[in-house]
């Protein structure tokens, strides 16, 4: 029997197509419209219906990059199941180059939403009712926040044996973060709801890191091959290990100063460590910053300039260091850029 269509956002599309659909979400001052960008492979095939969606935040540009490279990809080809690609979800600050909306809201804060709210209500509503309350499962790509850098990991609240585990552990990150849902976010309103939902954090905001980019494209296939969507999965190699973080936290700036970091994206550190330091422009007043405890560093401040008390150095936690540390050595090791299909 034949697949049934599927509906989105008002537009029909038929099993074994593939649609590209813009749906409307607000004008501009010259009245001109704006769209958010939608792709949709409806495959022959029952299966999960998985959102893929980059941009919520409009100055992470590595998620966007990710999802051109995920749909001009050959493996999506005859597909289980459905695929619903937004390359850019927060157009409006993806357009002014900004994290935010233009009030200043930050949309992934702003789930469920509201038809009558502010404009970052309005845009989650409007993304939710069109595009997110159709999937089963969803992969949210994020990068660090604007001179802040992320190493590859996967965040998620994480059950032992639930599907949001195993869709985790397929993706291939070095680092699995059991993080607490933040309401507001589009995690929150789809753990909520009982959809499994990863978020991928790599990188730096406005800027292609290739080391995040290629990772993250081979984790969204790796994960829907374990969703049962691509063909070949027998054929493939595992997925590299990825280690569980059981916390983590920020090392802070003691004084206000120029930064002088001493260790590395993805470094192992004991408590007590000098992390970085920090000095007045003479050097007259200097303070280091310390790791809190025993760790890996997976996110760190970009920017040289720090004012008291803020964020320069995430450490995360694991109860088994040693794997953490291999875990991330082997996923460096097996960096090899994955072709770009477009040339």
């Known amino acids: 029997m034949p697949r049934a269509s599927f509906e989105l956002a008002g537009v029909t599309i038929q099993a074994g197509s593939r649609l590209q659909v813009d749906v409307p979400v607000a004008r501009l001052y010259t009245h001109a419209p704006l769209h958010i960008p939608v792709e949709v492979v409806h495959g022959r095939r029952q299966g999960p219906?998985?959102?893929?969606?980059?941009g919520i935040h409009g100055d992470e540009i590595n998620s966007v990059e990710i999802v051109r490279r995920l749909m001009r990809s050959k493996q999506i080809q005859g597909l289980h199941g459905t695929l619903i690609a937004v390359p850019v979800v927060n157009v409006f600050g993806f357009m002014q180059h900004s994290r935010y909306l233009p009030d200043r809201r930050d949309l992934n804060r702003c789930f469920p939403g509201s038809e009558t709210g502010s404009l970052g209500a309005r845009v989650a509503s409007l993304f939710r009712e069109q595009i997110v309350d159709h999937a089963t499962h969803i992969i949210d790509l994020h990068t660090g926040a604007i001179h802040r850098t992320n190493l590859p990991q996967i965040r998620a609240q994480i059950s032992p044996g639930s599907e949001t585990e195993r869709m985790a552990n397929a993706f291939g990150a070095p680092v699995i973060l059991n993080a607490e849902l933040r309401e507001g976010s589009l995690r929150h309103y789809a753990q909520t709801r009982g959809i499994p939902v990863l978020t991928?954090?790599?990188?730096?905001?406005?800027?292609?890191?290739?080391?995040?980019?290629?990772?993250g494209v081979r984790g969204v296939l790796r994960v829907m091959r374990r969703l049962g969507m691509l063909a070949g999965e027998h054929r493939r190699r595992p997925p590299?290990?990825?280690e569980l973080a059981n916390g983590s936290s920020w090392a802070r700036a003691p004084i206000d100063g120029i930064?002088?970091?001493?260790?590395?994206?993805?470094?192992?550190?004991?408590?007590?460590?000098?992390l970085g330091k920090v000095a007045d422009p003479l050097g007259n007043a200097e303070a280091s910053v310390r790791a809190m405890a025993d760790g890996i560093v997976i996110g760190m401040s970009r920017l040289p300039l720090a004012n008291e008390g803020e964020a320069l150095f995430h450490i995360a936690r694991f109860d088994a260091i040693e794997e953490a540390e291999n875990a991330i050595e082997n996923f460096h090791s097996s960096l090899e850029p994955l072709p770009d299909p477009l040339y």
């Open 49 to 54: 219906v998985l959102l893929v969606c980059g």
């Open 200 to 215: 991928y954090e790599a990188g730096e905001a406005l800027r292609f890191d290739e080391w995040a980019i290629s990772p």
């Open 259 to 274: 930064l002088r970091p001493k260790v590395r994206l993805g470094a192992r550190v004991a408590k007590g460590d000098v």
């Open 240 to 242: 590299p290990a990825a």
